[in-house]
């Protein structure tokens, strides 16, 4: 079984600074895909990132960038310039397949400090 | 607008009231899911339906009783429900299949509260 764990329950940055969020991650599958997903106040769950496992260049989407160790079973999300906006619940998941159901850590608590 | 909708956002009802809710895709997906979000909780995934079909029920009471009768709508029927039911209930959809694209897009919730 999958499993992904958030050792941080809560983070904060200062605005137009950097911070990266932690995720370690276990299967027994060789191929499988990473996400990172946003929940502002809204609670509207919003994709920021994905990354497969067999691609060794790390995803980058505009200010989001991963830092995917494999053999470590890592998966660090870094946030760049971070603005106000980026203030929300941060969740990493991983699934094997499209037919199975994303694994959901407990999620990061991001504070953008003004 | 991720292409999800779910109605309604907001509902509040009595133990003994039935009631459903409803969850539509725009995206062509095949797959579609059920998850409660409590307050402090993880994310717990309720139900999965691949091409209609019901391929996971996560240990789910049966007071909550889903319906999917076609690839692109998604129905949980609520009846009896508990106090401890109160949760944001999300739906999502994914493109499914076993080579399909496997990011899940998520509606905004349905924030049920029982009284």
């Known amino acids: 079984a999958q499993t992904v764990t958030q050792s941080q329950p809560e983070m904060s940055v200062q605005e137009a600074e950097t911070v990266t969020l932690s995720c370690t991650y276990d299967t027994s599958e060789s191929d499988y895909y990473l996400f990172w997903y946003k929940q502002p106040p809204s609670r509207q769950m919003i994709l920021v990132i994905r990354?497969?496992?067999?691609?060794?260049q790390n995803a980058t989407e505009n200010r989001f960038s991963v830092n995917f160790q494999k053999a470590a079973k890592s998966f660090s999300l870094k946030i760049s310039d971070s603005q106000l906006g980026d203030a929300a619940m941060y969740f990493c998941?991983?699934?094997?397949?499209?037919?199975?159901?994303?694994?959901f850590g407990k999620g990061t608590r991001l504070s953008v400090i003004a | 607008e991720t292409g999800v909708t779910q109605t309604p956002r907001h509902l509040v009802m009595g133990m003994t009231n039935k009631k459903s809710l409803k969850c539509e895709q725009h995206?062509?997906?095949?797959?579609m899911y059920w998850y409660k979000q409590s307050a402090k909780k993880p994310l717990e995934l309720m139900f999965v339906?691949?091409?209609?079909?019901?391929?996971e029920n996560n240990s789910v009471p049966s007071r909550f009783s889903p319906e999917c009768p076609n690839s692109s709508h998604l129905f949980l029927h609520l009846h009896t429900l508990q106090p401890e039911d109160s949760a944001l209930y999300l739906c999502?959809?994914?493109?499914?299949?076993?080579?399909?694209?496997?990011?899940?897009?998520f509606g905004p919730g349905t924030r049920l509260t029982v009284t």
């Open positions: 339906y691949n091409f209609k079909e019901q391929t």
């Open positions: 995206l062509g997906h095949n797959a």
């Open positions: 998941a991983s699934t094997n397949s499209g037919n199975t159901p994303l694994v």
């Open positions: 990354q497969e496992a067999y691609k060794q």
């Open positions: 999502a959809s994914s493109q499914g299949g076993s080579r399909g694209s496997y990011e899940q897009y």
